[in-house]
């Protein structure tokens, strides 16, 4: 049931234009596939955050946390709750202390990841080059543990400050936090305000050199130039998920407008007004068939949300 008038009054009132109600969401996920969310709140600062949350808590009513929409499809018939999503506020990042060659940085959860790489890299940090092309925000970085060939950015996490499903702020450290391959023990109603990186002073020319070969290494083998979502399955133990999908004769493979891609099977792409369900029969058929084919059963990476 979508939100009553009453509760939007509500809403309204206390977060004025920081609210909007029945958004479609494939505006705001990269493979722009998704329903309406019946209400989108973009809270500025620490307090509007406890503040929604408590209030989500009050009404019982449901809620999640949106990045830049990088890794998770939304269904088509969207999403009946609150959508908190921190990249009009949230977007600082600052050097926090140094010690020699060590450096501590403190960014928040809505800052574009490409946007803090780049920062990095201008200052002459090094340790964020593992991040260089994944899009999405620091918040969703940590949330999933993101990260490439290079390393994961849970490795440079010394804290992360997080608001709690009841709205209690808190700062977790390195002993609270645990992460694993994309994935990691935020529970998924928490929201990441911040987070503190340790990065290490180091050749700039290195840095960009490395970001470079990164760049170029993902525009060879990734569909970037159509909206997608990023890998869809993790890569089981000792396997490349791609690998598997294209053993079982999935690359390429269509339904609708969602399509394998053909340069990089663990990547479906919009090929222009595809529908989540597509996508979905689509994850279904390739767990099938790779199921069928090598007897390993895909988890998906990306994050499905609504109905
Ligand atoms: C072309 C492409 C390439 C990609 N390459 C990589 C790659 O190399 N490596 C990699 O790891 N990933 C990759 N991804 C996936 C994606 O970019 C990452 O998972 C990224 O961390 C998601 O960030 P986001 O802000 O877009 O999160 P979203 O997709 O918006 O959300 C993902 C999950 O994080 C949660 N979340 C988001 N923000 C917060 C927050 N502030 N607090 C709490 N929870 C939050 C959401 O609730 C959701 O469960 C790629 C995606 C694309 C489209």
New binding site residues.
Partial sequence: MSLSTTLKEELKKIFGDKVAFDIPLNQYT?VRVGGPADCLIWPENEEEVTQIVTWIKDKKLPH?????????LVKDNGFRGIVIN?TKGFRNFKLEKENGHTVWVKAQ?GVPTQQFVRWCADEGFTGTERLA?????I???V??N???HLGEIGELVEEAKICDSKGKIQTWNKQDLQFEY?SSN?P?T???LETLLKLQKGERQKIEETIKEVFEKRGLA?P?ELP????VFKNPPKKKAWELVEEAGCRGVRVGKARISEKHANFIINEGGAKAKDILILIGMVKDKVKEATGITLETEI?IIGE
């Fill in positions: 990269s999640f946390v949106l990045g830049k929409g990088s890794n998770t921190l959860g092309g994944v899009p999405g925000t918040g969703g970085n949330y999933m993101a990260g490439t994309r935020i998924y928490s929201v990441v990734q970037v997608n979502l990023g890998s994050k």
